[in-house]
């Protein structure tokens, strides 16, 4: 049974930092890439970061320079850190991964970030 689980979220002011954790259990296919994506009520999950096997990253223009991703292959762990956040970063934040075969996606974590 396949598992993705955030942590992380939470309530924070703006210029704060907050660190979301997810862990993969349960696949066996290759993964390709991790990314976390975001969502508020009424819009579209936006990509907010991803980051390959092979360590390369990429990031949605809104958080560059405030966010990184990062991964612990072995366990099938991504992490994203959130530095300087601001209220437009207020969503629900959702890990995904993604193997040869299909996209996985965790149950997300609220971040809320207060102005």
């Known amino acids: 049974q396949v598992q993705l689980v955030e942590s992380g979220g939470g309530l924070v002011q703006a210029g704060g930092s907050l660190r979301l954790s997810c862990v993969a259990s349960?696949?066996?296919?290759?993964?390709?890439?991790m990314k976390w994506y975001r969502q508020v009520a009424g819009k579209e999950r936006e990509l907010v970061a991803g980051?390959?096997?092979?360590?390369?990253?990429n990031y949605a223009d809104s958080v560059k320079g405030r966010f990184t991703i990062s991964r612990d292959s072995a366990n099938n762990k991504v992490y994203l850190q959130m530095n300087s956040l601001k209220a437009e970063d207020t969503a629900v934040y959702y890990c995904?991964?993604?193997?040869?075969?299909?996209?996985?996606w965790g149950q997300g974590t609220q971040v809320t970030v207060s102005s």
């Open positions: 995904n991964v993604v193997t040869g075969v299909r996209l996985y």
């Open positions: 349960g696949i066996y296919s290759r993964i390709i890439a």
């Open positions: 980051i390959t096997t092979g360590v390369s990253t």
